[in-house]
């Protein structure tokens, strides 16, 4: 048997490469969530966001609330209403101001279907700017 000088076994070589199997898994999964991330970016809501600069508005646009109570009834600004009364009084104030806002009102128990002859009054009688009045959540419900 011979002695040499540098005799090194197989087993205790050092390993001169680096291990690329994580460095790709990691790459992968980052590829992955940057696919998934970016259509979500995309999808995001149009707002019509204010401009800065110019003069601010001297007043705030007009509005008219109507209300409409659980057993259908309607109000005009607090002031009850008949529903065949509606349609004159939302011309007479879209002949007044067409950008007129209709603020509706309506008990969480009014059927949806009456919630759209309202709008679709409004609708017809000139006014289109509606917004839609809620009450919020109390902080402690989800």
């Known amino acids: 048997m011979s002695m040499h000088a540098f005799d090194v076994d197989d087993d205790d070589d050092l390993m001169n490469e680096i291990n690329m199997t994580p460095f790709i898994d990691v790459m ?5 969530v940057f696919l998934v991330a970016v259509p979500a ?7 019509d966001l204010p ?9 705030r646009p007009a509005h008219v609330s109507v209300s409409v109570r659980a057993d259908g009834a309607l109000f005009w600004n607090n002031e009850p209403v008949a529903p065949d009364a509606l349609l004159q009084r939302v011309r007479k104030t879209a002949e007044a101001d067409p950008q007129t806002e209709l603020h509706l009102e309506a008990d969480r128990k009014v059927p949806y ?10 609708q017809a009688g000139g006014l289109t700017r509606i917004g839609f009045v809620t009450a919020p959540k109390p902080s402690g419900a989800r």
């Open 41 to 47: 970016i995309h999808r995001a809501i149009a707002i």
């Open 51 to 59: 401009q800065a600069g110019g003069n601010a508005p001297a007043q």
């Open 28 to 32: 992968l999964v980052l590829l992955i």
């Open 113 to 122: 279907e009456r919630v759209a002859e309202v709008m679709s009054t409004a």
